[in-house]
């Protein structure tokens, strides 16, 4: 466990380099900063690894022996370096981190013409550190202590990514040119591309969509290193004929943006990788294609003339392990090495196949790879260590690579000190029986990747129980149960046919022992797109009423209604337009709201007969991730900011923005069921579409004003998916960092006092109205 003080405004800690975030949250009120004064964070995990989408190893210090330092980072996690000797398992530290203002690393890479240069690009950034040499020896390195944004946006979000399915984009590429020259080129989503001449120093901007490319959203760059060409893949619906495009000729400090399309004859399918091939020899690339011409396999073909035309090299493997790639490398001439499932490897792709390359105990889908000839080695990172603290499973393995021949003698490396979590839920059920009085929470968690897990106390220790699989799958969705303190619980998963309820999670001695049933409705269960923790809601007084959204491309049955603990389900009608719900909320009349993508909110008084429009439908965001109504006030929290209105049931009320915004997402929204003028906003945090910093913050004036919780901590570098107060101990606020696992914010002597009045005067019942986001139902809310 890692314990660290609340930060006191002034940016200090880690990732102070780049200011604090947009708008009104960077401030704090008189009565938040006296509060802070007492209050303190704590990193609770679990130090189980989690998803790496980047990797590099220590080659180009002359001081360490290149076996011993990994450098991995973590979409959310951040940046971490293991040092061991080859033989036994490294143990990861983190860096200093100086001025890492965003922790959702997608890809790291040597610069080609700089040896000590590391370039790191975050979901909207680039940074580069370096390694000062000598003065690092004791650490084992200094890259990562030290971190310089190359575009000096100051932490500023990125563009949303389109509503497509995609593995993390990893738009950067480096250019040898003649004449010494070099060249880093990379996409920030959704802005085209950015390249610099100098080593990021000068920072130029181009926008393929004004050259003849449909769009400014890159999905994948790549290099033809003899040709000299940049070439890319655009963000397009997998339905879309596959578009590939090139450049002309680059030169030293001058580009060349003469877009021309290259697809050729490419059958219909998903373009997944595009490289270019080490041969010598101008206009060689090579791509691999998910559902080629409807083959339901990961196929590769390959171009010797620009992409005028492509010759088909045939599947890669098994199409259970062959799919959903992350990332193919070129390794020289025609061997490659390709993340999916499984890692695979061809060391002639054109006369051999791909050989599935695996290790017993490795955790599956290989989003990154580092191939170094000058070692031989080569190592697969993959999305974690499972939920098993006392046997994780290999989250790296390294392979002794003989080029142009075989991979030999893997090494599994467990993730030993590395924190990378992506919690998706958190869900603290107030303290139970058996525990005494005075314990903190048993608090559920649900992971990407990793399963799910229960801290049974919550206490200041890394106190943790990991659970196992549900469903047949490793993605945990959402957590819910009512707040009248009575099972079951629902948990939701990634399944598409089943998820699951525990009729006694508050009740039983130990977490491993709690009983699980399926619940498995006609017609399946899949999660709406982008997945989060509010896509199901329970009624807050009746835990048999449960609400689940689901994914129907038909728009015919969005949502499912249970007044029986899911045991059998009512029919329901689909809303106006047939707009995808992704979040939804029960209040204690039954209404049921839901948020929508592109269509803004709805409300149903008949569980789901019939829907009216009720939030942001003239001007809707993007997606709304979180609706939550307390009393008469309605909040939603979406990709454009947070919203709030005063008096929700006037359909002719006014929404306003009240923090965020500006690009900045709002991911979670918490109204205090100990306090309706409390509030918590998370932000940063869009399944697959967007991630940022922004951290927590709070209102204690009805959302009239905010401060931040998290300013100058790790946690600020993270997104955030959730967020949920404890339903006994007001002083305690949980929070799932999707990289950085769960956190809790403890006040100390309390939080500040609850103010009683809204800029408005709120209805009797507005301090009770969020409880169904809540396990525990305070003894002293009474509802109307």
Not at 301 to 315: A, H, K, M, Q, Y
Request: charged fraction near 15%; charge should be negative; aromatic fraction near 10%.
């Amino acid at each position: 466990m890692t314990a660290r003080s609340s930060s006191n405004g002034n940016g200090s800690g880690n990732g102070n380099g780049n200011g604090n975030g947009n708008g009104n949250g960077n401030g704090l009120s008189d009565v938040v900063q006296a509060a802070m004064g007492q209050g303190e964070w704590f990193e609770l995990g679990p130090t189980l690894g989690g998803r790496l989408t980047a990797i590099v190893a220590n080659k180009r210090s002359l001081i360490i022996d290149p076996a011993e330092v990994l450098i991995v980072g973590s979409p959310g996690g951040g940046v971490y370096f293991g040092r061991g000797d080859g033989v036994a398992q490294p143990t990861f530290t983190e860096p200093d981190n100086y001025a890492l203002a965003e922790y959702s690393i997608l890809h790291l890479e040597w610069d080609l013409a700089r040896p000590n240069r590391l370039y790191a690009l975050t979901w909207n950034e680039l940074y580069a550190t370096e390694d000062s040499g000598v003065s690092c020896l004791s650490k084992g390195s200094c890259w990562g202590d030290t971190w310089v944004n190359l575009l000096m946006s100051g932490g500023m979000p990125g563009g949303l990514l389109p509503d497509l399915r995609r593995a993390e984009p990893k738009p950067f590429v480096q250019m040898l040119l003649q004449g010494g020259g070099h060249v880093l080129i990379w996409s920030r989503p959704c802005e085209g591309i950015y390249y610099s001449f100098d080593g990021g120093v000068t920072m130029l901007h181009h926008l393929p969509s004004q050259a003849g490319v449909p769009t400014d959203c890159v999905r994948l760059l790549a290099v033809d290193p003899a040709a000299k060409q940049l070439w890319l893949t655009p963000e397009v619906a997998d339905s879309s004929p596959p578009q590939i495009y090139h450049t002309g000729r680059w030169s030293a400090f001058q580009p060349n943006f003469a877009w021309t399309p290259a697809a050729g004859d490419l059958p219909r399918g998903t373009v997944s990788g595009l490289v270019g091939v080490g041969s010598g020899l101008p206009g060689f690339m090579v791509v691999v294609m998910t559902d080629a011409a409807g083959s339901q396999q990961l196929e590769s073909f390959r171009t010797t003339n620009d992409g005028v035309s492509w010759e088909r090299l045939g599947p890669v493997g098994n199409p259970a392990l062959a799919r959903d790639v992350r990332i193919l490398v070129s390794a020289g001439g025609w061997e490659f090495f390709l993340g999916a499932v499984r890692a695979f490897y061809t060391s002639d792709l054109l006369n051999m196949g791909w050989a599935e390359k695996s290790l017993l105990g490795e955790h599956v889908d290989v989003r990154a790879i580092y191939a170094d000839q000058d070692t031989q080695k080569v190592w697969f990172a993959n999305d974690g260590a499972g939920s098993n603290l006392s046997d994780p499973q290999f989250n790296i393995v390294r392979w002794n690579w003989y080029p142009r021949n075989r991979l030999a003698t893997p090494f599994g490396i467990t993730p030993d000190g590395l924190k990378a979590w992506q919690l998706f839920a958190v869900m603290p059920l107030g303290a139970t029986p058996p525990q005494t009085i005075g314990t903190r929470s048993r608090v559920f968690v649900g992971s990407l990747d990793n399963n799910w897990g229960c801290f049974p106390n919550a206490d200041v220790s890394n106190d943790f129980t990991g659970l196992p699989y549900l469903n047949g799958v490793g993605d945990v969705l959402a957590i819910k149960g009512s707040a009248v303190g009575a099972d079951p619980i629902y948990v939701r998963t990634a399944s598409g046919t089943a998820m699951s309820r525990m009729f006694n999670a508050r009740t039983v001695a130990s977490c491993e022992n709690v009983t699980l049933e399926t619940i498995e409705p006609e017609g399946g269960v899949a999660a709406p797109f982008p997945w989060g923790p509010n896509s199901v809601a329970v009624h807050p007084t009746d835990p048999n009423k449960v609400y689940i959204l689901r994914d129907d491309p038909s728009g015919q049955t969005p949502f499912l209604f249970s007044d029986d603990a899911g045991f059998s389900f009512w029919p329901t009608n689909p809303l106006d337009d047939r707009p995808q719900p992704v979040s939804i909320f029960v209040d204690p009349k039954g209404r049921v709201y839901v948020g929508t993508k592109d269509k803004g909110a709805f409300i149903s008084n008949d569980d789901g007969q019939t829907w009216q429009p009720w939030g942001l439908n003239a001007t809707p965001p993007a997606v709304i991730l979180a609706v939550v109504v307390s009393g008469n006030v309605g909040w939603l929290a979406t990709s454009d900011g947070l919203y709030r209105n005063l008096q929700s049931r006037n359909p002719n009320s006014r929404w306003e923005l009240v923090t965020a915004g500006g690009g900045y997402v709002v991911s979670d929204v918490e109204v205090d069921p100990h306090c309706s003028t409390r509030i918590y906003a998370t932000l940063g945090f869009v399944y697959e579409r967007q991630q940022h910093r922004g951290g927590v913050r709070v209102s204690v004036d009805g959302g009239n004003t905010w401060s931040s919780l998290t300013s100058g901590l790790a946690l600020h570098q993270s997104p955030i998916a959730d967020v949920e107060v404890d339903p006994v101990h007001e002083n305690l606020v949980y929070v799932a960092s999707h990289g950085r696992g769960l956190w809790m914010y403890d006040w100390g002597k309390g939080p500040p006092a609850c103010q009683v009045q809204f800029a408005k005067k709120p209805p009797p019942d507005a301090a009770v109205q969020h409880a169904c986001k809540h396990s525990s139902f305070p003894p002293f809310c009474v509802f109307p």
